[in-house]
Nanobody
Framework: VQLQASGGGLVQTGGSLRLSCATS????????MGWFRQAPGKEREFVAA????????YYADSVKGRFTISRDNAKNTVYLQMNSLNAEDTAVYYC?????????????????WGQGTLVTVSS
């Protein structure tokens, strides 16, 4: 599956953004979808994931209650709604897909990656 992330940009502290991850190739409902991010000088970290078979979504503690991952299988698109943004959310955000696998927070478990979209939160 091919992934293309978009929707990043510059936003003020407390603002919101919605990231999109458009997919092509295999059906989206065959993939667990995740979002990761990498801040300057830091390692890539897990943000959120939604399992391919349905069920609970998973969030990093740092974004729980502020971010929401959703998917529209008909549009082959995954979204990350980000609210109450702060400077610590500044990073390049990546969407990732795991074929018929359960949710995992480990980036190495994901098969395909998008190119990343930059989110910058200014104070």
């Amino acid at each position: 599956v091919q992934l293309q992330a978009s929707g990043g940009g510059l936003v003020q502290t407390g603002g919101s953004l919605r990231l999109s991850c458009a997919t092509s190739g295999r059906r989206l409902d065959m993939y667990t979808m995740g979002w990761f991010r990498q801040a300057p000088g830091k390692e890539r970290e897990f943000v959120a994931a939604r399992p391919w078979k349905g069920g609970s979504t998973y969030y990093a503690d740092s974004v729980k209650g502020r971010f929401t991952i959703s998917r529209d299988n008909a549009k082959n698109t995954v979204y990350l709604q980000m609210n109450s943004l702060n400077a610590e959310d500044t990073a390049v955000y990546y969407c990732a897909a795991r074929f018929r696998g359960g949710v995992t927070t480990e980036s190495l478990d994901y098969d395909s990656w998008g190119q990343g979209t930059l989110v910058t939160v200014s104070s």
